[in-house]
C-alpha cells in the first residue's frame, strides 16, 4: 500500500497539473517565469522545449545487451513518438546513455550526471542491484520505470518508482508452473549463482513452488560469481539425478557455457531459463545450435506475429542491424506507458521533477497498456500486472510457445 497515501495526497496536485497542462499558449518566457518561480530545493529541467528521459544501464562489460537493448528501443519509441506530435505537445529527447557496466556505484554517478544534463524522467536502471542504488537516490524526486529491474527491492524506496517487468520471486513461481501444467518434466535440477540476488530470488521461489506443482527437484546445484567457469562438478552431479530437465535461472553469460560444457559431457536434458537467458544467441563465439530446443520465461518473441511485434522490430533491425531482445521491448513499452501516463497527466516540460514525478505517478493506476509484452497494468506498488509468456529457442531464433 506503499502508494496509496502518496495517490491522497497528489490528487490535488493532478488535478492542477491538468490545468497547467491543457494551455498550448504559453510562450518561452512564461515558461522561464514558472520555473524561476519553484522552490529552489526542486530539481527544475533548464529547458522547457522538451521532456528529457535519461536511460541507465550497462552499456559495456559483460551484460551490454541489456543496456543497449533497452537505450536503443527507447530511442526508437521516441522517435516515433515524436513524429506523431510528442506528449501534450511537446517532443521527448532521450539523453546519452549512463553506462554503470551494472555496477551499483556507478549507476549513482552516471544517475546525477543524467540530472546536471537536465533529465526529468528515468527509464531505467536495467540490471536490478544498480537499480536499487540509484532508487534510493530518486525516491520522491525523479520518476523512476525499470524496464528490466526485477529484484524486488528495486521499486521499495519511494512511491514514485514503477517497473515493467516480474520480479524474480514471480519469474521463479511462473516457470514451476509452466514446466508443471504444459508437462514438460517431473523431475527437475537447478544450477544457479548463489552470489547474485537476481539469480537467489528466483531459485528460491522456483524450488517453493516446485513442490506445489508436483515438481521433484533431484539436483539443487549452486556456483559463485568468482567460480563461473567451470560447471563440471554442478553437470555431472545433474546428470547422475536422473533430472529431465534443468532449470537455470541465470544471465546469459553463464547460461552459454553451462549449455557448451553440458554438451561436452553428453548430459542429454531439456534446459529452461527465465528472462536473464535472452541474449544467449548473440554471445560471442557460441555455437547457437546447443540452445536448440531452450526454453525460457519471456513476454516478447521477435518472431510473433501480430503488427505492433513486426513494426518494432522491422525498425529496430534497420537501425542497429540486429533482432531486438526482451530487454529491448520492455524499453520501447516503458516509453509509451510514460506517455500515457504523461498525456492522462497533462503533465508539461516546465514543470520540476518533483511535480512530474507525482502526477505521472498518481496517473500511472489509471492506464492500460497494449504493448510488445503483452496488455499491463499497475497497482499501487509499482508492479506491472500482465501474463507470463515463454518461447523455445528453434533454428536460432525465439518462437513463441
Not at 497542462?21 to 512564461?30: P, Q, V, Y
Not at 506528449?87 to 552516471?110: S, W
Not at 544471465?251 to 554438451?263: G, K
Not at 513476454?299 to 525498425?315: C, G, K, N, R
Amino acid at each position: 500500500m506503499k502508494k496509496l497515501l502518496c495517490l491522497m495526497m497528489t490528487a490535488a496536485l493532478a488535478l492542477s497539473v491538468v490545468a497547467c497542462g491543457s494551455s498550448s499558449s504559453s510562450s518561452s518566457s512564461e515558461s522561464s517565469e514558472a520555473t524561476e518561480s519553484t522552490d529552489s530545493e526542486e530539481t527544475t529541467a533548464d529547458s522547457g522545449e522538451t521532456f528529457k528521459i535519461g536511460v541507465i544501464g550497462p552499456m559495456t562489460g559483460n551484460y551490454a545487451q541489456y543496456g543497449l537493448g533497452v537505450y536503443n528501443a527507447a530511442l526508437i519509441a521516441a522517435e516515433e513518438i515524436n513524429a506523431a506530435g510528442g506528449i501534450n505537445g511537446y517532443q521527448i529527447e532521450i539523453l546519452d546513455a549512463g553506462d554503470d557496466q551494472g555496477d551499483p556505484e556507478k549507476a549513482v554517478n552516471a544517475y546525477n550526471d543524467l540530472l546536471d544534463k537536465g533529465m526529468q524522467i528515468l527509464d531505467g536502471t536495467v540490471t536490478s542491484g544498480a537499480c536499487i542504488a540509484v532508487a534510493a537516490e530518486a525516491a520522491e524526486k525523479t520518476f523512476l520505470f525499470t524496464p528490466s529491474g526485477s529484484a524486488v527491492d528495486c521499486i521499495t524506496a519511494g512511491s514514485n518508482q514503477f517497473r515493467m517487468c516480474f520480479t524474480d520471486p514471480m519469474q521463479g513461481t511462473k516457470s514451476a508452473q509452466y514446466i508443471s501444467e504444459n508437462g514438460l518434466a517431473t523431475k527437475v535440477a537447478v544450477i544457479y549463482d548463489s552470489a547474485a540476488d537476481y539469480n537467489v530470488g528466483i531459485h528460491d521461489s522456483f524450488i517453493e513452488a516446485a513442490a506445489e506443482y508436483g515438481l521433484e527437484v533431484v539436483a539443487d546445484e549452486a556456483y559463485t560469481t568468482d567460480s563461473n567457469t567451470d560447471f563440471s562438478v554442478q553437470l555431472n552431479k545433474v546428470k547422475e539425478s536422473g533430472a529431465e530437465l534443468l532449470f537455470l535461472p541465470n544471465y546469459y553469460s553463464d547460461d552459454a557455457l553451462i549449455l557448451q560444457q553440458a554438451s561436452d559431457i553428453g548430459l542429454d536434458i531439456l534446459f529452461f531459463g527465465v528472462d536473464g537467458m535472452d541474449g544467449i544467441l548473440a554471445v560471442e563465439n557460441f555455437d547457437t545450435s546447443l540452445a536448440e530446443g531452450a526454453m525460457l520465461l519471456t513476454p516478447f518473441s521477435a518472431t510473433a506475429e501480430d503488427e505492433l511485434t513486426q513494426s518494432f522490430v522491422a525498425a529496430y533491425e534497420e537501425a542497429y542491424g540486429e533482432t531486438p531482445n526482451q530487454f529491448a521491448a520492455d524499453s520501447y513499452d516503458v516509453i509509451y506507458a510514460i506517455k500515457m501516463a504523461a498525456e492522462d497527466a497533462g503533465i508539461t516540460p516546465d514543470m520540476s521533477n518533483e511535480d512530474i514525478s507525482a502526477a505521472l505517478t498518481a496517473s500511472m493506476m489509471s492506464i492500460t497498456l497494449e504493448g510488445l509484452t503483452g496488455t499491463s497494468t499497475w497497482t499501487e506498488d509499482g508492479e506491472c500486472d500482465k501474463s507470463p509468456k515463454a518461447v523455445v529457442i528453434e533454428n536460432g531464433a525465439y518462437t513463441m510457445m
